[in-house]
């Protein structure tokens, strides 16, 4: 950033210009400190990594965090590595520490007082047990050339987000409260930075769009204008489950420590290596999502009740962007080998959901096994017509009961999506070597970000598909409106849903207006659920 449009007080802007110093490190006056961040290799935007925005208690490390006093000095945001305990994803090795509740700030070099920005805040996926924030994945430099400032953001996972204890002190959802701390430093910080606080975007896909959707029903502060969920929900199957309040007893006992209380386990775990912890929980089979809390005095609660019970009390006001890709499972299922079809996918899929009798049970699962397979074998030979069930299950319907949630409760401002498209930087699909058609989950991720390991130069193809996609998402940040008038970028109109039409944009090597994707599929799931909604897990009477 340079000139009169640099993103630093006024009074250091004049002081360069005054006397014509070369500034080599951006420095942002903001309300917890001056930060010093970096200068983009192209010189288009400033960089400022790594800060942090809330911290851990390391005598309650499963336990909420608290939000950051704020730095005496100046701040270098110059690393963006810190990553929270997990097995991360490309190495498969047990890593990182507590110390990791940072955020990451992308500013256009046009950002200023005068020339506030939109704001795009990124919360990632990973199944609430691995992920982190920094430019090894999120690169940002396809959205923010679109003017819009980046935020990336970190949060707790597996064990320490989110263990669910009937305990004040372990309440649930930390890592979801902590991306609420994250949201609310934006909301603090970012004009500081150039940011239009008024015009903030929460995005996420997988758990971070499910992430995103807990935001939009749950939260009442307005920290965000818009939101967009990509392959996830809150009605999703993976998105909730039922706390084991036994975990910290299950886990002391692995590492040899016999507690007779949750307490007394927790006393012991804290000064455990976070590593052993992972391990535990791996070993013990200990599944840590987000919950319904149990209510605690003077304890902040998030998910108060099971989200297929609650309403969306913003859907009036908040605009949503929300899809999913046109083959979900694709990455689970193209390289499958036959242990994966030894168990009825369909029974046990069922079962893990809903609440019938094992008679019931029986039926309801031959009933969706006929659905899918007719009178054929589960086998690898069915492993398409599988993976079509489980696309539908996990992603594709859930997104449909979102978006007739969101309609019933007055929204009229939804804009769904599938994404169809099959290029070189496909991200599940290059990474795993698979050669089938289609959009597995996560493939659109590259197409938004610029991942290191994909170092080469997109082909043009794959470079059209970048630009539509990124306009798209950044036009939704700055107009609420993906295609506020077309193009020859965007040659289309696209509509919004109507509880009478439910339209799509696909994105595929064109852009395309649909009806109803896999509309004999979601006419089927309407039904179950209108027939079976009782049943869920963690639904209540009304």
């Known amino acids: ?128 047990s691995i992920g982190f924030a920094g430019r090894y994945v999120y690169g940002p430099k396809y959205l923010v050339k679109h003017e819009v400032i980046l935020v990336t953001i970190n949060y707790r996972l597996g064990p320490y987000g989110f263990m669910c204890l009937d305990n004040p002190k372990v309440p649930g ?68 489950a039922e706390p084991d309040y036994n975990a910290p007893l299950k886990l002391a006992q692995y590492l040899g420590f016999v507690a007779t209380n949750s307490d007394d386990a927790l006393e012991f775990l804290r000064t455990v290596d976070t590593d052993l912890i992972l391990a535990a929980t791996e070993a013990t089979g200990i599944v840590n999502l987000p919950c319904v809390e149990n209510k605690f005095d003077n304890v902040e609660s998030l998910i108060t009740d099971h989200p297929i019970n609650v309403e969306i009390p913003n859907a009036k006001s908040v605009p949503i962007l929300i899809g999913f890709n046109n083959r979900e499972q694709l990455g689970t299922y193209a390289k499958a080998g036959p242990e994966l079809f030894e168990s009825d996918e369909f029974y046990k899929t069922i079962e893990s959901h809903f609440t019938y009798d094992s008679e019931h049970l029986a039926r309801v699962a031959e009933n969706v096994r006929q659905f899918y397979i007719g009178d054929e074998d589960i086998s690898a030979s069915m492993k398409w017509e599988i993976s079509d069930f489980s696309s539908d299950f996990f992603f594709n319907h859930p997104n449909y009961r979102f978006i007739q949630k969101y309609l019933e409760n007055g929204g009229n401002n939804v804009y769904h999506y599938l994404f169809s498209y099959d290029g070189d930087r496909n991200f599940v699909k290059r990474r795993l070597n698979i ?8 493939d659109e991720i590259t197409y938004l970000f610029d991942f290191t390991p994909f170092n080469e130069s997109p082909t043009s193809d794959d470079q059209l598909v970048i630009d539509r996609m990124t306009t798209l998402w950044t036009n939704f940040v700055k107009y609420s409106e993906p295609i506020p008038e077309t193009s020859d970028l965007l040659p289309v109109q696209w509509p919004l849903v109507t509880k009478e039409s439910l339209t799509c944009l696909n994105i595929d090597s064109e852009l395309s207006i649909q009806k109803r994707p896999f509309h004999d599929r979601v006419a089927y799931w309407d039904l179950f659920y209108r027939l079976n909604k009782v049943f869920q897990k963690g639904y209540k009477e009304d």
């Open 173 to 240: 959802n930390q890592g979801l409260k902590d991306q609420l701390l994250g949201l609310r430093w934006v909301k603090d910080n970012i004009e500081a930075f150039g940011g239009d606080s008024d015009k903030i975007t929460i995005f996420g896909e997988s758990a971070g769009a499910v992430s995103v959707g807990f935001h939009l029903i749950y939260t009442q502060e307005e920290l965000f204008r818009n939101v967009i969920l990509q392959s996830g929900t809150p009605l999703a199957p993976f998105a909730i």
């Open 435 to 442: 050669t089938d058609s289609g959009a597995s989950h996560a």
């Open 1 to 128: 950033m340079g000139g009169t449009k640099c993103v630093i007080p006024i009074l250091l802007c004049l002081i360069f210009e005054t006397y014509g110093l070369p500034r080599v490190d951006p420095l942002v006056d903001s309300k917890i400190g001056l930060i010093r961040g970096l200068t983009a290799p192209d010189g288009t935007y400033s960089m400022f990594l790594g800060i942090p925005f809330a911290t851990v208690d390391p005598s309650n490390p499963f336990g909420p965090s608290t939000p950051h006093p704020g730095f005496e000095g100046t701040f270098d945001a110059y690393d963006d590595s810190a990553i929270c305990p997990q097995r991360e994803e490309f190495n498969q090795t047990l890593t990182g520490t507590l110390d990791c509740l940072h955020l990451n700030v992308y500013v256009p070099s046009t950002a200023s007082s005068k020339n506030r920005l939109p704001v795009l805040v990124w919360i990632y996926g990973g199944g609430f």
